[in-house]
Nanobody
Framework: QVQLVESGGGLVQAGGSLRLSCAAS????????IGWYRQAPGKQRELVAG???????NYADSVKGRFTISRDNAKNTVYLQMNSLKPEDTAVYYC????????????WGQGTQVTVSS
């Protein structure tokens, strides 16, 4: 089992920055990929950024050049640094990890609200 807890959301003005954290606990040694997703009201959940166990990263086109995902393996924590925030970045941000426990499973955090005012 892997548990994920997000933190760092809040209200920020357009152009500002926030850093989200995702702390993993449990069978962290079995984690494969970790990603940040977001869901705005009335929209489907979408992948924002992901990072593999090897450190490879990928980003949604809408956040490239503005967001950076990183991981601190010693702290079992993944970060999402968000710069130059726009009102359209407003959403609930979720951390999700795939891990192996006989089969591949996915765990989700509870989400953290990010609101960007214009």
């Amino acid at each position: 089992q892997v548990q994920l807890v997000e933190s760092g959301g809040g209200l920020v003005q357009a152009g500002g920055s926030l850093r989200l954290s995702c702390a993993a606990s449990g069978s962290t040694f079995s984690i494969n990929d970790i990603g940040w997703y977001r869901q705005a009201p009335g929209k489907q959940r979408e992948l924002v950024a992901g990072i593999s166990s090897g450190g490879s990263t990928n980003y949604a086109d809408s956040v490239k050049g503005r967001f950076t995902i990183s991981r601190d393996n010693a702290k079992n924590t993944v970060y999402l640094q968000m710069n130059s925030l726009k009102p359209e970045d407003t959403a609930v941000y979720y951390c999700s990890a795939t891990y192996f426990s006989a089969i591949y499973l996915r765990s989700w955090g509870q989400g953290t609200q990010v609101t960007v005012s214009s």
